[in-house]
Every structure is written in structure tokens, then in C-alpha cells.
């Protein structure tokens, strides 16, 4: 898939459309489902202004994780769009909106099949906000662990840990809902833990870690 990616983005640059086609038909499921973590019911409109800076930067795209830099411009947009409204990320949409993105063709590498479901998707937005992040990075998203650092401005160490803390934690919570313990779903999604907002504090920048 790297192999595919990298080869559409040389294509995409010498003007193939349907190379281009292909980068959007690729990337877009996973960054929708990221934004909608960051911005809600916006995320259509920031993933579309996200596309339109993609298209245009493009040709000065010179190498390293496509990926990568895809979610940066995405993620810049988002914050971008949450100072203009001057407020913090929510999900004013709790999980229907993510749910209807998990039902499209999964796309992202690396993505776990329990994460497509309605109760993790659900549940995501109850870690706290660096390990949500860190989760969706790297387990919707696809990125690996440098990748996700350099788009959080972390280590890579920090991203992989905040990713295994969250994925440990998503798992009890799961196994906790399997058990009929948690009720969650649209109308039983569980409280987000104390301090932190439904979806992620990112409008505020964290200082890099170290």
C-alpha cells in the first residue's frame, strides 16, 4: 500500500488526475473520521478546505510520509477553524456521525476492525485527550509512531505510549460493554473522564515532550 501511495503521489504531481483520485479515495475515510473527532459536524467543510491546500501545495511536496503530511494540513485546519469559532473541540454529534464514516471502505493502514464499531468509536472520545489523539492517529489514521509525533510535535516514544495506554484502556472498556457492565452507544455513551472535553483539548498546543 506505501508502495501505491508513494507512486500515486509522484503521478498526482506530474498532474494525474486519477492519481489524485486515488489519494483522496485512499486517505479521505480515515481523516474524515479524524476530523470529525476535532471539529465535529464541520469536519466535511475542514476536510474539503484540508483537500484544497493539498491540491495546491502538492507540487512542493518533496518526499518523506505522504500521510503524514496529509493530516498535518488537516489538523492545522481544524485548529485553524476551532479559533475562529472560538471554542474547543467537541462532538456535538456524539457517535452517529462516526458511525456513518466506520461504514465506509476502510482505507487507513494499520486500522483495527474494533475500532469501525459503534462502541469504540463511541468510547474513543472518553480517553484522555493524548491518548485519543494518539489512537485515532495511529490506529484510523494509519500513521505510524514518528509520523504521528511529527504531526502532534511529540516523540515518537510519547505517541507510541499514549497509543498503548489508550488501546489498553479502549480494550477494558470494550470487554466491559461486551459484559453488559458499560452501557454505551448513541444513547448511552459514557461520561468523559474529568478535566478533559467529549473529544480532545487540541486547540490548545501541548508543549513537545522531553
Given at each position: 500500500?506505501?508502495?501505491?501511495?508513494?507512486?500515486?503521489?509522484?503521478?498526482?504531481?506530474?498532474?494525474?488526475?486519477?492519481?489524485?483520485?486515488?489519494?483522496?479515495?485512499?486517505?479521505?475515510?480515515?481523516?474524515?473520521?479524524?476530523?470529525t473527532a476535532?471539529?465535529?459536524?464541520?469536519?466535511?467543510?475542514?476536510?474539503?478546505?484540508?483537500?484544497?491546500?493539498?491540491?495546491?501545495?502538492?507540487?512542493?511536496?518533496?518526499?518523506?510520509?505522504?500521510?503524514?503530511?496529509?493530516?498535518t494540513i488537516?489538523?492545522?485546519?481544524?485548529?485553524?477553524?476551532?479559533?475562529?469559532?472560538?471554542?474547543?473541540?467537541?462532538?456535538?454529534?456524539?457517535?452517529?456521525?462516526?458511525?456513518?464514516?466506520?461504514?465506509?471502505?476502510?482505507?487507513?493502514?494499520?486500522?483495527?476492525?474494533?475500532?469501525?464499531?459503534?462502541?469504540?468509536?463511541?468510547?474513543?472520545?472518553?480517553?484522555?485527550?493524548?491518548?485519543?489523539?494518539?489512537?485515532l492517529l495511529?490506529?484510523?489514521?494509519?500513521?505510524?509512531?514518528?509520523?504521528?509525533?511529527?504531526?502532534?510535535?511529540?516523540?515518537?516514544?510519547?505517541?507510541?505510549?499514549?497509543?498503548?495506554?489508550?488501546?489498553?484502556?479502549?480494550?477494558?472498556?470494550?470487554?466491559?460493554?461486551?459484559?453488559?457492565?458499560?452501557?454505551?452507544?448513541?444513547?448511552?455513551?459514557?461520561?468523559?473522564?474529568?478535566?478533559?472535553?467529549?473529544?480532545?483539548?487540541?486547540?490548545?498546543?501541548?508543549?513537545?515532550?522531553?
Amino acid at each position: 500500500m506505501t508502495g501505491d501511495l508513494s507512486e500515486a503521489v509522484s503521478a498526482a504531481q506530474g498532474g494525474d488526475e486519477d492519481a489524485f483520485r486515488f489519494l483522496y479515495r485512499t486517505l479521505q475515510p480515515g481523516l474524515l473520521r479524524y476530523l470529525t473527532a476535532l471539529v465535529g459536524a464541520d469536519a466535511e467543510d475542514v476536510a474539503s478546505e484540508s483537500w484544497l491546500q493539498i491540491s495546491r501545495d502538492l507540487p512542493t511536496f518533496t518526499g518523506g510520509e505522504f500521510r503524514a503530511w496529509v493530516v498535518t494540513i488537516a489538523r492545522n485546519r481544524a485548529m485553524d477553524h476551532l479559533r475562529r469559532l472560538r471554542r474547543r473541540p467537541a462532538l456535538p454529534v456524539p457517535v452517529q456521525a462516526l458511525v456513518h464514516l466506520a461504514s465506509d471502505a476502510d482505507t487507513a493502514e494499520g486500522a483495527s476492525e474494533t475500532i469501525g464499531t459503534e462502541t469504540a468509536l463511541a468510547l474513543i472520545a472518553t480517553l484522555p485527550p493524548r491518548e485519543a489523539e494518539a489512537v485515532l492517529l495511529r490506529a484510523v489514521v494509519g500513521l505510524d509512531a514518528g509520523s504521528a509525533g511529527r504531526v502532534l510535535g511529540r516523540r515518537a516514544g510519547a505517541v507510541r505510549t499514549a497509543a498503548h495506554r489508550g488501546l489498553r484502556r479502549l480494550a477494558a472498556l470494550l470487554e466491559r460493554a461486551d459484559s453488559g457492565e458499560l452501557p454505551v452507544g448513541v444513547d448511552g455513551v459514557p461520561p468523559p473522564r474529568t478535566g478533559s472535553s467529549p473529544a480532545f483539548r487540541a486547540s490548545r498546543t501541548e508543549p513537545a515532550d522531553g
